[in-house]
């Protein structure tokens, strides 16, 4: 049981350059999301899912692309990275229904990628 | 404002000592909170959620205060293991989900 893991740990860029950085959960988890993590910003939501073939934006979206077609993977797509884009990426998955009620969060996340855009 | 409000620190404290943080929330309708730690370059990890009654967890202890939309975490007898950034998370409804809302985080230094 691996969790969930992310490729590339680290990752350079040219701006104007895309990427996708991949995201896989083994623990059958309905919901997964993506942050960006800035020095004194904590960690944004970019985009979520809660279930295979639906997606839906956070907090900070513009930009990422998303898409759930297994319940395992959600990759988020850089469409053009620019240098505001430099961030940590955290994926995360959590055993939890949509709508439902929740009085523990069993979110795990992902390691991180390490993104600068040049 | 941002919805989720936390005093960044650091708290630098002594080995031993008693060290409480807070973490304000906008959203009157929020439902359901955690606090999380986070470790200098890694993921962050669940720490203990956050009851109405309160939740103890060996020296951590989480409260609740809806009517103040606070939440607090108290670290009693502080080791050098505990130096970490711990982050609030709150969860509101969202058409059909529940969405968190994290804390800047505050970070804590426990020094010998």
């Known amino acids: 049981n691996a969790g969930v893991t992310q490729t590339p740990k680290f990752q350079v860029l040219k701006t104007g350059q895309s990427m996708t950085l991949q995201c896989a959960q083994d623990m059958n988890h309905e919901y997964m999301s993506w942050y960006r993590q800035d020095p004194g910003m904590g960690l944004r939501l970019i985009h979520y899912?809660?279930?295979?073939?639906?997606?839906d934006q956070g907090e900070v979206p513009n930009g990422y692309n998303v898409s759930r077609s297994t319940t395992e993977d959600f990759p988020l797509r850089l469409l053009s990275a620019a240098p505001s884009q430099t961030s940590v990426y955290f994926c995360?998955?959590?055993?939890?229904?949509?709508?439902?009620?929740?009085?523990?969060?069993?979110?795990?996340f992902g390691p991180g990628t390490r993104l600068t855009v040049l | 404002r941002k919805e989720v409000e936390q005093d960044p620190g650091p708290f630098n404290v002594p080995e031993g000592a008693t060290v409480a943080f807070n973490c304000t929330y906008s959203?009157?309708?929020?439902?359901?909170f955690f606090w999380y730690r986070q470790d200098c370059r890694k993921e962050p990890k669940l720490l203990m959620s956050?009851?109405?009654s309160g939740n103890e967890d060996g020296r951590f202890t989480a409260q609740l205060n809806r009517a103040s939309q606070y939440i607090s975490l108290l670290i009693r007898d502080s080791k050098l293991s505990d130096s970490a950034t711990y982050l609030c998370v709150v969860f509101h409804r969202s058409g059909g989900s529940y969405i968190p809302t994290f804390g800047r985080g505050t970070s804590l230094i426990v020094h010998p």
């Open positions: 956050v009851y109405s």
């Open positions: 899912s809660v279930g295979a073939g639906i997606t």
């Open positions: 959203n009157s309708a929020s439902q359901s």
């Open positions: 995360a998955s959590r055993d939890q229904l949509a709508g439902g009620p929740i009085s523990t969060d069993t979110q795990y």
